[in-house]
């Protein structure tokens, strides 16, 4: 799972962070900018340097610049004590990166997976939102950051299982696929594009009634969630099925 690396950080479906025996990980997990701050530095890919002005910009912005760096450095040595002191890496004075082979990020992995097309490897990876419930107060554009690579990260994931679906018709692994689709619609959920697709697959596919029953359940979170209903060529689509 972490090829070479003895620290792990789990970022999908909820916060993990694993490390080697007697290593004490509290001081990270308890801090929420240490955990936004190694977040940051892991995705979309770990060993990205980032600029120290970038990070106090993000993590500290009501801080002036003396303080807020001194604050990223308590951040990074904070980083070094609980997974060892090549876990951050320095370049010069005004770049910083997590190290490729001092720590595995899920998140990162992920994507790689996904952009190499090693999809059913990427599903697996994919244990749900990224870093759930998060929030740093003050910390809008971090905020907003994270929520776009949520975003980004639920659409990966939704054309791998799309992806997945249509190589598992291809060879006939119909139930396989049938699934697949599902997981497609449940991951990014709102997107009707991929409803109509997943829909149509399950009709192919001989499970009419499932197809129902999917599009059924995308109705109500809409409603639930948006108060909108489908749009016209949804329920078009919807209708010339159960006609």
């Known amino acids: 799972m ?3 690396a003895t620290r792990a950080l789990f970022l999908f479906g909820s916060l993990e962070l694993r490390a080697p025996e007697g290593s004490d990980t509290r001081q990270i997990l308890s801090r929420p900018k240490v955990i936004a ?19 106090v910009g993000l993590l500290w912005p009501v801080l002036d610049q003396a303080h807020a760096r001194a604050a990223l450095r308590k951040a990074l040595q904070a980083v070094r004590t609980a997974l060892g002191r090549d876990a951050a890496l320095a370049r010069g004075d005004e770049e910083v990166a997590l190290s490729t082979g001092a720590l595995w990020c899920d998140a990162a992995a992920f994507t790689a997976a996904a952009d190499s097309g ?19 107060s003050g910390c809008g554009d971090f905020d907003q950051w994270l929520e776009a690579e949520r975003t980004a990260a639920a659409e990966r994931a939704s054309a791998a299982a799309w992806a997945l679906a249509q190589r598992q018709e291809r060879e ?6 049938a699934r ?4 497609a619609v449940r991951f990014s959920w709102s997107d009707e594009r991929t409803l109509r697709r997943a829909v149509l697959m399950l009709d192919r596919l001989g499970d009419r009634a499932g197809a129902l029953r999917l599009f059924d359940e995308f109705a109500r979170r809409l ?17 010339s099925l159960r006609e």
């Not at 701050?37 to 990070?55: I, Q």
């Not at 006939?172 to 696929?177: E, G, R």
Request: hydrophobic share 45%; glycine share 4%; no cysteine.
């Open 2 to 4: 972490t090829t070479s």
């Open 37 to 55: 701050l190694l977040a940051y530095l892991a995705v979309p890919s770990v060993g990205r340097f980032v600029r120290r002005d970038t990070l």
């Open 118 to 136: 090693a999809l059913s490897r990427a599903l697996e990876l994919y244990r749900g939102e990224l870093l759930p419930g998060f929030h740093l």
């Open 172 to 177: 006939s692994a119909l139930s396989d696929a």
């Open 180 to 183: 697949s689709a599902r997981r």
């Open 223 to 239: 409603r639930a969630e948006f108060e909108v209903a489908p749009s016209a060529e949804t329920i078009a689509l919807i209708n």
